[in-house]
């Protein structure tokens, strides 16, 4: 997974976070989540914790037509930061307002 041209999560990270989305679109809970639903109802957090750091994925899966991934960041503290809650925030809007357009 990359930001603006740089790699945000490891292989190993996307290799993990590509299993946890997998068993989310066969309909099973990823092995390590929680709710996140200060962003938005719904939202959860896939919680890789490996050798080589945190990383997160904030999505949400309670509609049928897809899964929808809102933001992925490696954490650098024991808190999630304002600026990735905004960001998984707004996506969450945008999402909801797509959504009501259909």
């Not at 740089?6 to 989540?33: M, Y």
């Not at 490996?50 to 024991?78: N, Q």
Request: charged share 30%.
């Amino acid at each position: 997974m990359r930001h603006q041209g740089r790699r945000i999560f490891t292989p190993n990270a996307c290799k993990e976070a590509g299993h946890q989305l997998s068993q989310v679109q066969a309909g099973l809970e990823p092995d390590d989540w929680k709710p996140f639903d200060v962003v938005g109802a719904g939202t959860k957090e896939i919680r890789i914790n490996l050798d080589d750091g945190w990383f997160r994925v904030m999505y949400i899966a309670k509609f049928p037509e897809a899964v929808y991934v809102l933001h992925c960041f490696k954490k650098k503290t024991s808190s999630t930061s304002k600026h990735d809650k905004d960001i998984t925030a707004a996506r969450y809007r945008s999402v909801i307002q797509e959504r009501s357009k259909q």
